[in-house]
């Protein structure tokens, strides 16, 4: 097994890891969160009933691990990419950096205000302060999910037209647009469980 496939390898693990500590903060011990539970806190603070604080840590801490662990595979596919098409490979490489920056941000950024609610004891107060922390630090989320666009258009343009030595048809193993498929279905940690699938594939045609 070359680097490469190693490094596809580590992003797997890395996208199963950052799904488990998505679900961590979606399926809840009461029930499941939705972001327009934090509307009302009625419905809010029955769902994080008897949640530990653990699992807002566990999450932030190995969503950071997770992260990091995804770098290798985007970056080895970056590189693959350069010999068939630099600009879709820099195109690759920006979307990516973008993706593990503000990501990363987003992930902490998601587990700190489920933190603070139940540890100031889920009241409207704790409700108001989250939502507007929530709001004001929404655009790491926004540039994420850009950075995943970039990434998987250049992706599959690529590899759609003929340009590398996949068979075109191989763009369905594409980051962007299985997530794209899945979101509609609500599972949590869809995105991830797409990019788990996308190297997966790559592991075995590249």
Request: charged share 10%; proline share 2%; with cysteine.
């Amino acid at each position: 097994m070359n680097a490469m496939k190693i490094m596809f390898l580590i992003a797997v693990a890395g996208h199963l890891l950052c799904g488990y500590t998505d679900c961590l903060m979606t399926y809840l011990p009461s029930g499941r969160f939705r972001f327009e539970d934090m509307k009302d806190n009625g419905k809010l603070s029955a769902v994080f009933k008897g949640m530990p604080l653990k699992n807002a840590l566990l999450s932030m801490l190995l969503g950071c691990l997770a992260m990091f662990l995804l770098f290798f595979g985007y970056i080895a596919l970056c590189q693959w990419m350069k010999q068939y098409s630099e600009i879709c490979a820099v195109l690759m490489l920006i979307g990516s950096g973008m993706v593990f920056t503000f990501g990363m941000a987003h992930h902490i950024l998601c587990g700190v205000p489920e933190w603070l609610y139940v540890r100031l004891g889920r009241t409207e107060d704790a409700r108001q302060i989250i939502s507007e922390l929530f709001k004001k630090t929404s655009i790491t989320l926004a540039v994420c999910y850009l950075g995943f666009l970039l990434f998987g258009v250049s992706m599959f343009v690529a590899v759609a037209s003929g340009w590398t030595s996949l068979p075109a048809w191989a763009c369905a193993f594409n980051v962007f647009l299985l997530m794209m498929i899945l979101f509609p279905a609500r599972i949590g940690g869809s995105g991830n469980w797409a990019g788990a699938f996308m190297f997966l594939g790559l592991l075995f045609l590249i």
